[in-house]
């Protein structure tokens, strides 16, 4: 069993950063790909990002790319998101999640376990 814990949201203006942080409680950590997910109101929860167990390899949604950032920490057990250039349509929670290695996956339907999310509120 994996408890996955997220940190670092907050309110912040168009154009800020903010980085986000997941740690990990369980074992195996270092085997897990790691990705971020977010939800809007109304709207379904979408991929964002992942990064492969060993955190050579990551892959990031189209909209975000150049943007953002997702780093490991296979001591910490520990998984960031680095979120620069903000934009209002960026706003959702935010939630990482975890699944079984090598191969990086971008459906939700393919993770196994989630955080409860952190908020993220981009002003205009």
């Known amino acids: 069993q994996v408890q996955l814990i997220e940190s670092g949201g907050g309110l912040v203006q168009g154009g800020d950063s903010l980085r986000l942080s997941c740690v990990a409680f369980?074992?195996?950590?270092?085997?897990?790909?790691m990705g971020w997910f977010r939800q809007a109101p109304g709207k379904e929860r979408e991929f964002v990002g992942a990064i492969a167990p060993t955190g050579d390899r990551t892959e990031y949604t189209d909209s975000v790319k150049g943007r953002f950032s997702i780093a490991r920490d296979n001591v910490r057990n520990t998984v960031y998101l680095q979120m620069n250039s903000l934009r209002p349509d960026d706003t959702a929670v935010y939630y990482c999640?975890?699944?079984?290695?090598?191969?990086?996956?971008?459906?939700?339907?393919?993770?196994?376990?989630w955080g409860s999310g952190t908020q993220v509120i981009v002003s205009s």
């Open positions: 999640a975890a699944t079984w290695g090598p191969d990086i996956l971008v459906k939700k339907v393919h993770y196994y376990y």
């Open positions: 369980g074992s195996d950590f270092s085997r897990f790909v």
